[in-house]
């Protein structure tokens, strides 16, 4: 991830878009390095992701059958508590969470930066990540602060550091 090129990386190869200045591109490895060689010398922060699968690109197109089949007896109902996709970047009702929604998941840029702000401008200000380790709380903040909006960002656990103490911190 980065900073925003201004359309100098192709869009079809953006897979998800965090904040204002941090963009992850999924794609071929060889375009990837030309991309990260030209962002390198213009100067623009950047790292390669070890990643086993390029989800959110073109290479995920050969699973979309067999997906859909996998998950065509899913039933979506509404939901209960308010629910933003970072599919749509806006909030979803939950009955539109079917099979192809769950393939657009994982074919379609995330589109993180837009769900979080349709969740500030719903009045959300407090946020917790949970997972194994912050990852996208510097994004949280950027998003917050794209916003006009202050608020809180937390994480649930830490590398390294023990996880109980640290959920409870």
Known sequence: SGKSTDGAVPADMAAAVNSARSVTLSGDADTLAGISDMLERADVACRNLQVDVPFHSAKMDPLEAELLESLHGIRPRAASVPLFSTVTGRAVA????????????????????????????????????????????????????????????????????????????
Request: proline fraction near 5%; charge should be positive.
């Open 94 to 169: 939950g009955p539109e969470l079917d099979a192809r929604y769950w393939f657009r998941n994982v074919r379609q840029p995330v589109l993180f930066a837009d769900a979080i702000g349709e969740q500030i401008r719903a009045g959300h200000k407090l946020f917790l990540e949970i997972g194994a380790h912050p990852i996208l709380r510097n994004d949280l903040a950027e998003c917050l602060k794209e916003n006009g909006a202050s608020g809180t960002v937390l994480s649930s656990l830490r590398r390294r550091l023990p996880e109980r103490a640290t959920l409870l911190g």
